[in-house]
């Protein structure tokens, strides 16, 4: 059974940095790409990024690029997304997702809590 | 980058009614795909690749489309389809989702 489970989320005060991560299960986490995506509360979907198998591909949502840098570590079968400089409109769940063919968000993670507050 | 626009915004529906959903892209996508989500959970994948249903997806559901037009269909609304519906688009290396269709059962 695939699974995914983010963790490191929380209260975070504005301007800080934050390492969220998501361990992989039940697959062989070095044959995927891997993205991230966020979902504010009360509303949509809003992609963050991607990364192929190897790490030497990185593709980021252009409105986004300066914020976030994704990385993995195949070894732990974890992937990681380092936040920076947050404020208010980055709080939102965040998903880890197991991509498929055609940019098909396959599998997704139960998601991860970010408040961003004093 | 593709921006997507789902119509309608929301939607209410009785048992047995046909529903359609459309997205239409700002330019051509490479690939169109189709995520349910209710309240509290994340989203499931529905339809990939603009028809194809993902696994344990009822087949009153259906999708079609092309270059930048697409839409999700439902025949027969049932209670359980109530939830809202996302499309996204993939189009190298860039990855966009609609705004979502909230769907509401009458």
């Known amino acids: 059974e695939v699974k995914l489970v983010e963790s490191g989320g929380g209260l975070v005060q504005p301007g800080r940095s934050l390492k969220l991560s998501c361990a992989a299960s039940?697959?062989?986490?070095?044959?995927?790409?891997m993205d991230w995506v966020r979902q504010a509360p009360g509303k949509g979907l809003e992609w963050i990024g991607e990364?192929?198998?190897?790490?030497?591909?990185?593709n980021y949502n252009p409105s986004l690029k300066d914020k976030f840098s994704i990385s993995r570590d195949n070894a732990r079968n974890t992937l990681y997304l380092q936040m920076s400089k947050v404020g208010s409109e980055d709080t939102a769940i965040y998903y880890c997702?197991?991509?498929?063919?055609?940019?098909?968000?396959?599998?997704w993670g139960q998601g991860v809590m970010v408040t961003v507050s004093s | 980058e593709i921006v997507l626009t789902q119509s309608p915004t929301t939607m209410t529906a009785s048992p047995g009614e046909k529903v359609t959903i459309t997205c239409r892209a700002s330019?051509?996508?490479?690939?169109m795909h189709w995520y349910q989500q209710k309240p509290g959970a994340s989203p499931k994948p529905w339809i990939y690749?603009?028809?194809k249903l993902a696994s344990g997806v009822p087949d009153r559901f259906s999708g079609s489309g092309s270059g930048t037009s697409y839409s999700l269909t439902i025949n027969n609304m049932e209670a359980e389809d109530a939830a809202t519906y996302y499309c996204?688009?993939?189009?190298?290396?860039?990855?966009?989702f609609g705004s979502g269709t909230k769907l509401e059962i009458k």
């Open positions: 997702v197991r991509m498929g063919y055609g940019g098909y968000s396959e599998y």
């Open positions: 039940g697959f062989s986490f070095n044959d995927y790409w």
């Open positions: 990364i192929n198998q190897n790490s030497r591909t990185i």
């Open positions: 330019s051509s996508v490479t690939y």
């Open positions: 690749e603009a028809s």
């Open positions: 996204q688009q993939w189009n190298y290396p860039s990855i966009t």
